[in-house]
């Protein structure tokens, strides 16, 4: 596999910031630094929120009132990794549409306020004035990823090199996050990857993540785990996991989001990642990278893929696990599904 553009980036940042590279390109070596103590003398406890995806989609206001103060009530410090395409930008490909839909018209002055309000930091917030490029890693020889996303390849459909862009946006985060973590010397217990579009309808509990007293083992505590929920996981050929939200432990970020999109045109890991779907292809690579897989009831990660109609939120239903949540907003109207395979 040529060297790709994307892993060049990596390799520059980690250069300028000391960090040493072990065992790949773009992998940083990982060793948990000393741990900050809260003023009770209790640990302090360290939360990442890496989001992806488009302005026009962007909501935020739940995610601070449902999944923010709850965990800094619980005693986290929760910092906040945002990296959205400009408004306008986006590339329209989509699996739902809905009659009379709208943008968000978020304004980016208004989430700094809000986090702040609630006691959660605002680390890094990029707004790409165009959707990441992800060309320039293709490779000439397509052979080795014909069954890769074959629902919707990246080399044919506007919806696999979505998928792709959203790969390269999470490994960037997450350099972004570690990067953090070297200069304040300390580190994540847990690393949230979620889309721009989740609403929260109920509040998070982190207890579900941390599986019990410091006492137990790193497996036991959740930090070799990758949480998701248990529904709506579209497998079709193999094993696949609900990918609109994730909650890692820190040795599994370590392994899944370090070279999440690097490994994605890796020829070595081929057939290990054929996949129907991105469902499945997040299954796949979880495992193959040695983290473990669990799930949690929709009630224990609540949220709910959102659009925009006639100027306010709506949830959209083919994406909506069904729990009994504190909030109940309006479905979307005129749904219509597309199959994802359209260049």
Not at 180 to 189: G, N, V
Not at 236 to 260: Q, S, W, Y
Not at 271 to 283: F, G, I, V
Request: charged share 20%; glycine share 6%.
């Amino acid at each position: 596999m040529k060297a790709s553009a994307f892993s060049a980036m990596l390799w520059f940042w980690y250069s300028v910031h000391g960090i040493k590279i072990d065992g790949g390109l773009d992998r940083p070596a990982w060793t948990a630094p000393h741990v900050t103590l809260a003023a009770t003398g209790e640990r302090q406890k360290h939360l990442a929120v890496l989001i992806t995806g488009v302005a026009d989609r962007f909501v935020w206001e739940s995610t601070v009132q449902r999944m923010a103060r709850p965990a800094i009530a619980q005693g986290y410090s929760v910092d906040f990794y945002v990296r959205l395409v400009a408004h306008g930008h986006q590339n329209a490909a989509t699996f739902t549409e809905i009659s009379d839909g709208s943008d968000s018209q978020v304004k980016m002055s208004a989430v700094r306020q809000g986090l702040r309000r609630a006691g959660a930091n605002l680390v890094s917030l990029e707004i790409l004035q165009d959707l990441e490029n992800v060309s320039a890693d293709m490779p000439n020889n397509t052979k080795p990823f014909k069954r890769r996303l074959y629902q919707y390849s990246p080399f044919t459909s506007k919806t696999g090199r979505n998928v792709v862009r959203k790969l390269q946006s999470v490994q960037s985060l997450m350099t972004q996050a570690v990067l953090e973590e070297r200069s304040r010397h300390f580190h994540y217990d847990f690393i949230m990857v979620s889309r721009e579009d989740s609403s929260w309808l109920s509040p998070l509990d982190m207890r579900v993540f941390e599986g019990g007293s410091q006492n137990q083992t790193h497996e036991n505590r959740g930090q070799n785990k990758v949480f998701t929920k248990n529904c709506l996981s579209w497998r079709t050929t193999g094993p696949a996991v609900n990918d609109k939200i994730f909650v890692f432990g820190r040795e599994a970020a370590e392994k899944v989001l370090t070279r999440l999109y690097s490994d994605f045109w890796n020829t070595e890991l081929a057939p290990s990642l054929n996949a129907y779907n991105a469902e499945e292809y997040w299954a796949a690579y979880i495992k193959i990278k040695g983290a473990q897989s669990a799930v949690v009831d929709p009630i224990q990660l609540p949220t709910s893929d959102t659009k925009w109609q006639r100027g306010k939120p709506c949830l959209v239903s083919r994406y909506h696990c069904q729990a009994n949540y504190e909030q109940k907003p309006p479905m979307c109207e005129g749904e219509t599904r597309h199959d994802g395979n359209h260049a």
